[in-house]
């Protein structure tokens, strides 16, 4: 597991290998994300088997520095995160998140950016990202063009 190795390395008490050119000692925290291509990341109950999988491999307890639990989404959910990340910080939104529905490990299926009880959403409000906004503007006047709608 890719994931291990990284948080060991650099997290781990031993500090035996350190990554060059980097200073982490600013670095307080470790916040492991997977992202899928596909919609398998944001899917019911992949995150909880990953997060039993990741908990049975990295003794999170054992690290230098705080290591969070293990979040998974597919692509789209963090291209969604996008509109919130000019002021944001992407920590922030997961940190909400997980606080919004720890309770009995709901955080691992509720899905990122419908969660009820997250204050960092709730304040923003509903974001499309721009690409999203800009893309579909130019769709829409490409097809009124074609289809003769424009004058």
């Known amino acids: 597991m890719q994931l291990k190795r ?3 390395l650099t997290c781990g008490q031993d500090k035996s ?5 980097v ?5 307080h925290a470790i916040y492991p994300v997977i992202v899928t291509r596909d919609d398998i990341g944001s899917t ?3 995150n909880a088997f990953l997060q039993v999988r990741f ?3 990295v003794q999170r307890e054992k690290m230098e520095k705080t290591v969070t639990p293990l979040f998974c989404m597919n692509a789209e ?3 969604r995160f996008t509109a919130y990340l000019p002021d944001t910080l992407l920590t922030d939104l997961l940190e909400a998140h997980y606080r919004a529905n720890r309770e009995r490990g709901k955080y691992l299926v509720d899905t990122y950016l419908s ?3 997250n204050a960092s959403l709730e304040e923003k409000g509903i974001r499309r990202p721009d690409i999203h906004v800009r893309s579909w503007h130019e769709l ?3 097809a009124a063009e074609h289809l003769g709608l424009k004058p």
Do not use: M, T
């Open 6 to 8: 990284a948080i060991e």
């Open 17 to 21: 290998e350190l990554i060059k050119d």
């Open 23 to 27: 200073d982490l000692s600013q670095v």
């Open 44 to 46: 019911l109950g992949v």
């Open 55 to 57: 908990d049975s491999a």
């Open 77 to 79: 959910d963090l291209e």
């Open 115 to 117: 969660s009820s009880n």
């Open 140 to 142: 829409c006047e490409s």
